[in-house]
C-alpha cells in the first residue's frame, strides 16, 4: 500500500456513507467526514505520504467521533421522546379540522401537526385516537351511543 489518490479516499467515504444507512451509529458518519477530508487535502497536498495520510485520518476520525455520535445519541432519544408524546394522545377523542382521504390526514395538537391514518373520514366528524403507527396517530371513529331506535332496527 504505497500509492494513493484522492478519489480512493472519496470512494471510501462514499462506502461508510452507505454502511452508516445500513447501520445507523453515528461512528461511520465520522468515519466518511475523515476520508472525505483526507480526499480533499490530498488532491491540494499530492506529496504526503500514505502514512502521514492514515494518520491525519485517524486524528480527523478521533476528533469527529465524539461529536457525531452525541449528535446520533440525542437524535435517538428525540425519536424515543416523541413516542413517548404520541403515546399520551392514545384514548384522547377529537373532531377533524380536515378530512381523512384514502386513509390519511393530518390534524393539530398542541399546536403541532400530527399525521392521521385511519379510514375515509369527513371533516367534522368526531375520531378517537386508538393507536400509533410509526409517526402515525391511528384514527377510527368515535362510537355513537346506541339509541332505543338502533335495538328495532
Do not use: C
Not at 504505497?2 to 472519496?10: A, D, G, K
Not at 373520514?121 to 377510527?140: A, E, F
Request: aromatic share 12%.
Amino acid at each position: 500500500m504505497t500509492y494513493l489518490e484522492f478519489w480512493h479516499w472519496w470512494a471510501l467515504a462514499l462506502i461508510l456513507v452507505v454502511v452508516e444507512a445500513l447501520v445507523p451509529s453515528g461512528v461511520f458518519v465520522a468515519l466518511a467526514v475523515s476520508a472525505g477530508i483526507m480526499g480533499g487535502l490530498f488532491l491540494y497536498l499530492p506529496d504526503l505520504s500514505w502514512q502521514a495520510q492514515l494518520a491525519g485520518f485517524g486524528g480527523i476520525a478521533l476528533v469527529l467521533s465524539y461529536p457525531t455520535t452525541y449528535w446520533y445519541r440525542k437524535k435517538l432519544d428525540s425519536h424515543n421522546n416523541m413516542e413517548e408524546i404520541m403515546s399520551h394522545f392514545i384514548g384522547q377523542d377529537l373532531v377533524l379540522t380536515s378530512a381523512i382521504q384514502n386513509g390519511f390526514g393530518e390534524i393539530e395538537l398542541d399546536g403541532r401537526i400530527w399525521s392521521l391514518k385511519g379510514p375515509d373520514i369527513k371533516k367534522g366528524v368526531k375520531v378517537r385516537i386508538v393507536d400509533m403507527d410509526g409517526n402515525m396517530l391511528v384514527v377510527l371513529p368515535y362510537p355513537k351511543k346506541a339509541s332505543p331506535d338502533d335495538a328495532m332496527e
